[in-house]
């Protein structure tokens, strides 16, 4: 587990693809419960030790998680998001680009519990919810293109769901519309930087993980790094 950032209140680490944030069904081993043990072993605390959740990835994402050390710090973070005061920037490689290299994207979304996939549907559909995001390509290479997201708001996989509307899959989703999965079973969607007040201190926060240890996201992030 990498830590990103950690100070008395927070703490951000780099979750890997195929990892979950919170215990589930399956039975995993949670992130949650790795912080809990790095916090219970770094500060020899007896007994449990406070982690809070304060946001979730998806499995097969990988990228930046904040957890909370404390119920102060939790309350307030919780806030911040439900407010807007987070500010997330994403990373997907997808095959086809858009065809402008920047835009927005507005749609209604509404989530099938069943099947554990959100569908785009019209803005009367009773469970729908509105959907937004910015978008802009940084780097293309000669099959895959990089594209930087700006979340403007938390729905269930909205990014997935909103470049596949856009005719964009993510390489290796599978569940929306990409033609063949990644050989670790992950998408290529990254939680890639996080801007943000400190609950306690007030600072602005602002963080960023490192590219995955893949040769193709690592040209695209290098590229990137060249149209800068």
Request: hydrophobic content about 40%.
């Amino acid at each position: 587990m990498k830590v990103i950032y950690e100070d008395n209140h927070l703490l951000v680490v780099s979750k890997l693809p195929g990892e979950i944030v919170h215990a589930d069904k399956t039975g995993d081993r949670s992130l949650e419960e790795m912080v809990a043990l790095y916090l219970k072993k770094k500060y020899n605390k007896p007994g449990n030790v406070f982690v809070g959740v304060v946001h979730r990835l998806d499995r097969p994402v990988g990228g930046l998680v904040l957890f909370a050390k404390t119920s102060k710090a939790l309350a307030r973070m919780n806030k911040l998001f439900a407010e807007g005061g987070v500010h997330k920037v994403y990373r997907a490689i997808v095959q086809k680009a858009p065809e402008s290299p920047q835009g927005e994207c507005i749609d209604w979304l509404w989530r099938n519990a069943k099947q554990n996939k959100t569908y785009i549907v019209r803005s009367d559909h009773p469970e729908a919810k509105r959907a937004h995001l910015r978008w802009r390509k940084v780097a293309s290479a000669e099959r895959y293109h990089l594209l930087e997201i700006e979340l403007l708001t938390g729905r269930h996989h909205q990014i997935r769901a909103q470049l596949a509307g856009m005719g964009s899959p993510i390489k290796g989703d599978l569940k929306y519309g990409a033609p063949r999965s990644n050989p670790d079973g992950s998408i290529s969607l990254l939680s890639y930087t996080m801007r943000f007040e400190h609950p306690v201190s007030h600072e602005q926060i602002e963080l960023e993980a490192l590219p995955p240890q893949d040769k193709l996201w690592q040209l695209l992030f290098s590229l990137a790094e060249k149209n800068l």
